[in-house]
């Protein structure tokens, strides 16, 4: 069977990540996981696929991510397994498995990898893509918010980009919630007519979501819709006003952002997202970057102990999007070759690959490409390689030992003896 035409193109919102575009990933992970390491926090790893009633126990049914977009199948022996749409699910899947609530609270985990959505591609939105995300365990205070919102300004800003805004509300608990979804409905009775068609829905089912909603019918009625923070209790407020004064002490830029919210029963308390402020007349990137909050009552929820948790996860995609189209050119990720071996015939070619593993073993990164065989364009990868030293190899050096030595630049070329040649390019690098 021969591959289709359409076998030839990565799946529908699915992408590679060429070699030209490895910088910027390696450039965000060294920068996240450097922050993260020194904060504490330690990587875990959990399967792509997980059982398919973990995702929907835990991201909720009527949610867009279960309803729509999740990949889920059936393995040959009947098993229902998913793709990870987002990574707390499986995180808290290990964390009650491997019984985590035993060890010293917090526990501080960090990940990062690919999941996946079946949702329609659009600017910085995949079908596969990929997240690098925290989560704190069994630290309810609001202490554990702020370490995780200020470690993921950190990483964003140690990335070089500015302007960074939280935006940051409190959703409260199951204790002063159900006031609050009152108030919801009386405000939206005799207005739902005027509501999105999803949003007509969504007043059943999940009414906290029409607050979020960015239809301009929905986004014109919620402006004046009340307000999660009027109707919080004594204690869901301290908490809250702990969160933002903490953000105050260490400094980082937030808005109150009244309409943000997470739909489901076990999210809790603080919710945030991080976008990045245009200034006058600039458009960068509309979206949030990064988003996350409090859900203490999701380990339980899932069948395991008490253990209150906080987290967020980061769009990798979006984020280096965004250090594209501001210009943030990532620093070399792996060293430019300091010389370029040619070489000319059998016998050059094989000893031409010892002295390229000689200079190896010496930390002088060679370059080479063995499968050419014309010196003209061996030489012409060289220059444009802008590398100031190259070898050359021919039959006759091969066969007598030696190698000549060419210095780009001028052209002056010399014969070394080739048990000399590592010692001398180390020389000629020192000055
Ligand atoms: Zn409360
Ligand atoms: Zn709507």
Redesign the pocket.
Known sequence: MSAKKQDLQAPKGMHDILPADQPYWAFLLKKGKTILEEYGFERIDVPMVESTPLFVSSIGEGTDVIEKEIYSFKTKSGEPLALRPEFTAGIVRAYIEHGMHVLPQPIQLWTWGPVFRHDNPQAGRYRQFHQMDLEIFGDDTAAADAQSIFVAYKILESLGLRNLIVKVNSIGDQNCRPQYLKALKDYYRGRDKK??A??QV?IKTNILR?LD?E?P??TEINKNAPQFMDYLDTDCKKHFTEVLEFLDEIKVPYLLEPRLVRGLDYYTRTAFEIFIEPKEGEEIFPSALLGGGRYDKLVQFLGGPKAPATGWAMGMERVILVLKKLGIAPPESHPQPKIFIAQLGEIAKRKSLLLFEEFRKTGIVAKATFGRDSMKSQLKISHRLGIKYTLIMGQKEALDGSVILREMDSGVQETVPVEKIVDLIKQKLRK
């Open positions: 509501l999105c999803k949003c969504r029409v909603c239809e019918e929905c």
